[in-house]
């Protein structure tokens, strides 16, 4: 069992910047984030894998940039030139596949909540 713990959400302007983490409590070959906005369903933003190879979703694309630390099992996602539809619960996951839907994923985290006012 994995433990997935989100930090680094709060609200920001249109056009600024955030950095979430998150920490496992174990290795998993790929770690992503998904994110659910009010009233739409959960979507994938980005995954990246043990080495480095990422993916990311359009809407993520030029903008925000996955990192990961393999030492402290922890995975970051900077976003820049946030927008208000970026206004969402962000959701760390981890699993032994790479993909782009949820049902890939084996563990979540509870969110951190990421605001962007206009």
């Known amino acids: 069992q994995v433990q997935l713990a989100e930090s680094g959400g709060g609200l920001v302007q249109a056009g600024g910047s955030l950095r979430l983490s998150c920490a496992a409590s174990?290795?998993?070959?790929?770690m992503a984030w998904f994110r659910q906005g009010p009233g739409k369903e959960r979507e994938f933003v980005v995954a990246?894998?043990?080495?480095?190879?990422?993916a990311y979703a359009d809407s993520a694309t030029g903008r925000f940039a996955v990192s990961r630390d393999n030492a402290k099992n922890t995975v970051y996602l900077q976003m820049n030139n946030l927008k208000p539809e970026d206004t969402a619960v962000y959701y760390c996951a981890a699993g032994g596949r790479f993909g782009v839907r949820s049902y890939e994923y084996d563990y979540w985290g509870q969110g951190t909540q990421v605001t962007v006012s206009s």
């Open positions: 174990g290795r998993s070959f790929t």
């Open positions: 990246v894998d043990w080495n480095g190879s990422s």
